[in-house]
């Protein structure tokens, strides 16, 4: 069975930070391309921050550049999300999320991550919540 677990989200006031943690289990995560997405009330799920297993290249949407660093431990098949300088803008819920490794080229060369419906696996998401 698949599952990527969050964890580490929480309540943070403007310019805090937090670390956001993922877990996957039930499938060969070498092979996979890992990645962070976040859907605020009444707005479109947006991939936040992606992670290419082939060569360990970053991305990440512009509003986040600078503040937050997206990292892997395939030892331990984690995911992590390092968010800092945190702004009430970033509250959202925030979702793991895999896709099997192929050509993603057009996805990285335009956006962070691939449309969220390539995506193989899902997490269940965290709530992050940002204080002004």
């Known amino acids: 069975e698949v599952q990527l677990v969050e964890s580490g989200g929480g309540l943070v006031q403007a310019g805090g930070s937090l670390r956001l943690s993922c877990a996957a289990s039930g499938f060969t995560f070498d092979d996979y391309d890992m990645g962070w997405f976040r859907q605020a009330p009444g707005k479109e799920r947006e991939g936040v921050s992606c992670?290419?297993?082939?060569?360990?290249?970053?991305y990440y949407v512009d509003s986040v550049e600078g503040r937050f660093t997206i990292s892997s431990d395939n030892g331990k098949n984690t995911v992590y999300l390092e968010m800092n300088s945190l702004k009430p803008e970033d509250t959202a819920v925030y979702y793991c999320?895999?896709?099997?490794?192929?050509?993603?080229?057009?996805?990285?060369?335009?956006?962070?991550?691939?449309?969220?419906?390539?995506?193989?696996?899902w997490g269940k998401g965290i709530q992050v919540t940002v204080s002004s």
């Open positions: 992670i290419s297993s082939s060569d360990g290249s970053t």
């Open positions: 999320a895999a896709v099997e490794s192929r050509d993603l080229t057009y996805y990285y060369a335009n956006y962070a991550c691939p449309y969220h419906y390539e995506m193989d696996y």
